[in-house]
């Protein structure tokens, strides 16, 4: 039931309003506001009513005690001053009806009733929207289309498990937050999250970099070295793009995940270590297993449960939403308001009719692109890079034959000039290496440059 508090000088009034609400409500009492705000401390109220004029503090002082104490309950005001002063003052420190005494009780009955449901039902618009923004994002995941969510509910059920997980997807959809999100939402969220990404360590030194080792084991060990799994101890090791990792490397990696050991270089003790493994990769394992570049016994270790991240194109009621997201970063890196950087309308939908084969990284990029280009607050079509704009006149372009305005032949020479352009533009206006890429003569691109009057732009 909902709780109410009686705050009033007369023990009359004070149980004839326990009377009037115990069958609806918990009710308390309390006789002043020093005892008002020892109930408040113990159990917050659902409502007050509050009596304005009694001993030692005024009612209405208890008001802006519970604004510092971060409560806002709905306040009834009783008073037996029938003035608009007492009124206005009571509304001005924050109460949300005023009752003269003596009060009809099926009228205060009525009121407090009202109060409470709005009041529940403006924490339940709270609870909701705290719910989408959940959704919306997970840790530095941001996303709200079905796949995502779907992401989501998988990471926050898989963060409370120990079975190592294989996260696929493509470069650039976020295979590392995805494991960031795990790490953070489990019991482990207190220990170290470390991250390696084996494709970017040289084959011949990957084994002292995941292992460590000792000093003298090869020419430059100077120093004892411990490796990335003995810095995750108690807490989680990613190991991005495994699929790089080398079939002699593999044998002991499979080692290490099973016995939960590793093996310093150099060293004939074995070291003991508590992590949790994540594996990433953008390579189909499967196929690499089947071709013999991949151990299919090291393949079934890391692939307890597999997760797989969606591409950007597969994802496109996310593409405003990251580009929301991505404009205030870039904007509060920039020192400016949050809200300061916006996207043009022509621009917004270059985005979204774009096929983002980098996925969310390009995206980012495109913003950072994008800003870095535009001299005001509002980041237009002309400011992204040439790929995005090129789907957005493509879309343009589309716009125009829907509606009429452009016939056949003049939508394939606007696509036929979009195309020329980007590929002069892709070599620096080179006619030979441009003539080279579309496969045609340098006489015929001259042809086709004259045609539809194709020119860099500064030189019209």
């Not at 709780?3 to 009034?13: G, H, K, M, N, Q």
């Not at 996260?167 to 650039?172: A, N, Q």
Request: include cysteine; charge should be negative; charged fraction near 30%.
């Amino acid at each position: 039931m909902p709780s109410v508090l009686v705050v009033d000088d007369e023990p009359a009034v004070r149980e004839s309003l326990r009377m009037l609400f115990k069958r609806d409500c918990d009710v308390e009492t309390a006789e002043d506001v020093d005892s008002a705000l020892r109930a408040v401390a113990k159990q917050p109220p659902d409502l007050i009513l509050l009596d304005v004029v009694m001993p030692g503090r005024s009612g209405l002082e208890l008001l802006p005690e519970l604004r510092e104490r971060g409560l806002d309950p709905p306040v009834i005001v009783l008073t037996a001053t029938n003035t608009v002063s007492v009124a206005v003052e009571a509304m001005k420190a924050g109460a949300a009806d005023f009752v003269t005494k003596p009060f009809e009780l099926d009228a205060l009955r009525i009121k407090v009733r009202q109060l409470l449901e709005r009041s529940q039902l403006e924490r339940e618009v709270v609870r909701l929207r705290d719910e989408v923004q959940d959704r919306q994002q997970l840790g530095a995941m941001v996303g709200r289309s079905t796949g995502m969510r779907e992401l989501f509910r998988t990471i926050e059920q898989l963060a409370h498990s120990e079975a190592t997980v294989l996260i696929s997807g493509e470069s650039g959809t976020g295979k590392e937050l995805a494991a960031r999100a795990i790490h953070d939402l489990g019991p482990r969220s207190q220990g170290p999250f470390i991250a390696v990404n084996c494709g970017a360590i040289p084959h011949d030194l990957i084994e002292s970099e995941l292992f460590g080792h000792e000093k003298g084991a090869f020419t430059g060990a100077t120093d004892r070295r411990i490796g990335r799994f003995e810095a995750a101890h108690g807490g989680t090791l990613l190991l991005d793009e495994i699929g790089e990792v080398g079939q002699s490397m593999q044998v002991k990696l499979l080692r290490a995940l099973q016995e939960r050991v590793v093996d310093r270089v150099g060293s004939t003790e074995p070291v003991a270590v508590d992590v949790r493994v994540l594996a990433a990769t953008n390579r189909d394992l499967e196929e690499e297993v089947a071709a013999g570049r991949f151990r299919s016994d090291l393949y079934y270790r890391i692939n307890v449960v597999p997760m797989q991240l969606p591409p950007l194109r597969e994802r496109r009621d996310d593409i405003t939403l990251l580009a929301d997201t991505f404009l205030t970063r870039t904007a509060e890196r920039s020192g400016r308001a949050p809200q300061a950087l916006a996207l043009s309308r022509k621009a917004r939908a270059a985005l979204q009719e774009y096929s983002w084969p980098g996925n969310v990284r390009e995206l980012e990029n495109a913003i950072e692109h994008g800003h870095a280009l535009c001299q005001g607050d509002v980041i237009e079509l002309t400011h992204l890079p040439l790929p995005v704009r090129r789907s957005g006149r493509a879309e343009a372009l589309r716009e125009e034959w829907r509606q009429g305005r452009l016939d056949f032949e003049e939508v394939v020479a606007r696509f036929e000039t979009e195309i020329l352009r980007e590929a002069l533009e892709r070599e620096s206006w080179n006619q030979t290496r441009t003539a080279g890429r579309l496969g045609i003569t340098r006489r015929v691109l001259k042809l086709k440059m004259d045609r539809f009057g194709i020119e860099p732009l500064g030189e019209r």
